[in-house]
């Protein structure tokens, strides 16, 4: 039986309680495929290596995804309407401080190796920790802001650069109240968003839609804010690692990429986290191995191979492996006559009976 979606149980301030909030940071698995998802975003943002941008961070919960955009050189402000998710996202925040604090007065006792360029060989060997460890490490900077992405965002026309998100915008479809209805509050949403956006600028928001109708729903609302693009959907045809991403940009000759597939899914992948191997097992039938052309030799080599496995197999025939002919392939002279034979045989069945009627009648 399926599990209850969460927005269905009432608003995600409620919902996200400080129970709920440690629960959702403290495992493993969640934290790899919240920092995975957030590690496509920023792939389908598609910002050139070696640019620093300011992102904005939609729905940033325990800041996972933050870490995830800091890990890949830029700056970010985060937005939840959950207070104990963002004081758990303080928490990370304070941590990563005090634990810099001692390698920055070493760096400063030490000037002559700041200049030899020692922190990039720092984040080099970082780099080469493994990925599971390197998603949990804390965010070091983040500007954090309680508020409801229902009502609109409260930033200033032109601030970001870019916007992620990561699980939070399939609870705009639902209607919390009267007065906060699902088309109010995705209009509201975009609408301030393409406002804080910088043109130029793009969005990528990963999202869990109830169905089919629903992404439409949210696509639709993006499009009336005046955002080009659509929904791009990784891998369609897997039940657990189908995920959603909404890529949106201020420039209307703007085209969405396209979804990753399974050729992508050969390292840490979702499905990979969660315990599930996709890799193995029987393979599947393609059309070009399955329409191998059966023809009397072939037919004649399956039955002396049944024949060396002991199996009982007819004799072979000059019948054996003859292409019985279809109902279409059949000749329309050959249906006439076929027609002209049972018509003589009609006949002769009445000629007969007349006869034997008129020797009855005779005696």
């Avoid at 956006?197 to 928001?205: F, H, I, T, V």
Wanted: glycine share 8%; hydrophobic share 30%.
């Amino acid at each position: 039986m399926a599990s209850r979606r969460p927005e269905l149980t009432g608003p995600p301030e409620l919902f996200y309680d400080a129970k709920e909030a440690r629960k959702y940071t403290s495992s493993s698995r969640m934290i790899n495929v919240q920092a995975e998802i957030a590690e496509r975003c920023i792939e389908l943002l598609n910002i050139p290596p070696g640019q620093r941008r300011l992102v904005l961070d939609i729905g940033c919960g325990s800041g996972l995804s933050g870490a995830a955009l800091e890990a890949a050189g830029h700056a970010w402000i985060g937005c939840d309407v959950s207070r104990d998710m963002l004081r758990i996202a303080s928490e990370r925040v304070t941590d990563a401080g005090k634990q810099e604090q001692p390698g920055e007065e070493e760096r400063s006792d030490d000037g002559e190796e700041e200049d030899d360029g020692s922190s990039e060989e720092e984040d080099d060997s970082s780099s080469s920790e493994p990925a599971s460890k390197r998603r949990r490490k804390t965010c070091r900077t983040a500007e954090l802001v309680e508020h409801d992405m229902g009502l609109g965002l409260p930033f200033r026309n032109g601030t970001f650069d870019a916007a992620v998100s990561v699980s939070a915008l399939q609870w705009l479809c639902y209607d919390n109240s009267s007065e906060q209805s699902a088309p109010r509050r995705l209009a509201r949403f975009f609408g301030s968003l393409y406002r804080c956006l910088k043109r130029s600028s793009r969005a990528a928001l990963q999202f869990y839609p109830q169905d089919e109708a629903q992404a439409a729903l949210v696509a639709t609302a993006a499009a009336k804010a005046g955002f080009a693009g659509g929904v791009v959907v990784d891998f369609p045809n897997s039940a657990r690692a189908k995920k959603h991403y909404l890529c949106l940009s201020m420039d209307r000759s703007y085209r969405k990429p396209t979804g990753a597939t399974e050729d992508r899914r050969a390292g840490n992948t979702v499905d990979a986290v969660r315990g599930e191997d996709r890799g193995g097992g029987r393979k599947k039938k393609t059309k070009a191995s399955s329409s191998k052309k059966k023809d009397r030799d072939w037919l004649l080599a399956k039955k002396e191979f049944q024949r060396r496995q002991g199996r009982d197999v007819r004799p072979d025939t000059k019948f054996s492996g003859r292409k019985r002919k279809d109902a279409s392939e059949v000749p329309l002279s050959s249906l006439g006559g076929a027609k002209k034979k049972a018509r003589a045989k009609k006949k002769k069945a009445r000629a007969k009976k007349k006869a034997r009627a008129k020797k009855k009648k005779a005696r």
